[in-house]
């Protein structure tokens, strides 16, 4: 086991949808960041494939972790740890970063830690830069809203070296993924969000009131009595909600009026998203909220989330969008951290786990 370090130098792999990402951070100064990103060839299949995502990583993992070492100006002697991401994510695609990050780990003799991806996106707020001036460290009653094409969740983050709590997420479709199926219902390209995100602001959000999922009194309960999914998303109904209103609109040989549309399903995604966030964080007392995922780039979601973490008392940090969507930074952060907290690294025999709770920050 390593002594704690300071400042350990460490490198973060990450591949456990369609980014591979390498970052190399020193304690928590962020020294390199490099990712190199599928999307492009999944574009016709509009949404991310496996297979295509695993193979993809397999190429880039090499050429991205020399980009990283060369931009930090280190070599892989010079490393204290290896973190790479062993799940939740795409079994194929955590495969490829686990097993790299394993030969590498071994032919230097480094300590390895296999992380959650999850608790890794929080990690990313330990970064100088990101960390708002006021903090010295993360906050003890922080929550974390990750929204991306893989998931929705809410979390509460302790130490975070040692404790995450799942408090709620998505029951069927992660918020990007609704946003790149509606676009497709729609016709306006892949990835979804930016495209209705752009769309959206030409359009009225009130010309349609699409429901939002799971805030119905069964679901929700009380604070003294919860519903089975007070604190749970559920997209499904939306989309379909969606597609109906595109259906009526051809079935009469009319114009489907997708900025409205685009507009109005922007408007019920990101007030679900943000009332049922801020409820969570009143009723579990946390007063700091940070925001991650690739949907995090939403400009109305941002801009409710503010609002009214706001009106809550909840401080709320929105990190760089390129520090938002996965990346090999916020594993290398976390890494750094479980090196300074004494943690003990992985054994060697750990594999990728596509369900890796999130109470499990190391393996
Ligand atoms: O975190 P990320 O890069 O990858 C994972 O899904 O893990 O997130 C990508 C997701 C896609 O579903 C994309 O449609 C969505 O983030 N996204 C957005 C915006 N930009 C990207 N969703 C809404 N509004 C945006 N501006
Ligand atoms: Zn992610």
Redesign the pocket.
């Known amino acids: 086991m390593p002594t704690a370090t300071a400042a350990p130098l460490v490198l973060g792999i990450e591949s456990s ?3 591979t990402g390498v970052g190399v951070v020193r304690g928590t100064a962020l020294l390199a960041h490099e990712v190199a990103s599928s999307v492009e060839e999944h574009v016709r299949f509009g949404g991310v494939i496996p297979e295509i995502a695993a193979r993809a990583h397999l190429e880039a993992l090499v050429p991205t972790i020399r980009r990283a070492l060369d931009t930090a100006d280190v070599t892989l002697a010079d490393l204290d740890a290896i973190a790479v991401t062993s799940g939740p994510g795409l079994a194929g695609a955590l495969m490829v970063g686990v097993a790299g990050a394993k030969a590498l780990a071994t032919a230097l003799g480094t300590p390895l830690y296999g992380i959650n991806h999850l608790v890794a996106h929080v990690g990313v707020g330990m970064l100088d830069g990101v960390r708002p001036a006021q903090w010295d460290d993360l906050p003890e009653d922080l929550g974390a809203l990750l929204v ?3 998931h929705t969740e809410i979390l509460r983050v302790g130490r975070i070296s040692s404790e995450a709590e799942l408090l709620g997420s998505t029951i069927d479709d992660a918020a ?2 609704a ?2 199926k509606v676009a497709r219902l729609i016709g306006a390209g892949y ?4 495209v ?2 752009r769309l959206a602001a030409q359009g009225d959000p009130t010309a349609f009131r699409f429901p939002r999922g799971l805030t119905a009194g069964k679901f929700v309960g009380s604070a003294e009595e919860p519903g089975p999914h007070r604190h749970d998303w559920s997209f499904s109904g939306l989309k379909t909600a969606v597609s109906r209103a595109v259906e009526q609109f051809e079935a009469r040989g009319l114009e489907v009026p997708r900025a409205d549309i685009a507009a109005s399903f922007q408007e019920a995604v990101a007030d679900v998203i943000t009332a049922k966030a801020v409820r969570a964080c009143r009723e579990h007392g946390l007063t700091h909220l940070m925001l991650g ?3 995090a ?3 109305r979601l941002r801009a409710l989330l503010a609002d009214r973490c706001r009106s809550a008392g909840i401080e709320l940090t929105v990190p760089p969008v390129n520090l938002c ?2 990346n090999g930074a916020m594993v290398a952060a976390l890494g750094a951290r479980l090196v300074r907290d004494g943690v003990a690294p992985s054994d060697a025999w750990f594999g990728a786990d596509p369900g890796q709770p999130v109470e499990v920050v190391s393996v």
């Open positions: 949808c369609d980014e991306s094409g893989g990007g993924e946003y790149d990835p979804g969000g930016p209705i995100d995922g690739g949907v780039a939403n400009s969507t996965d």
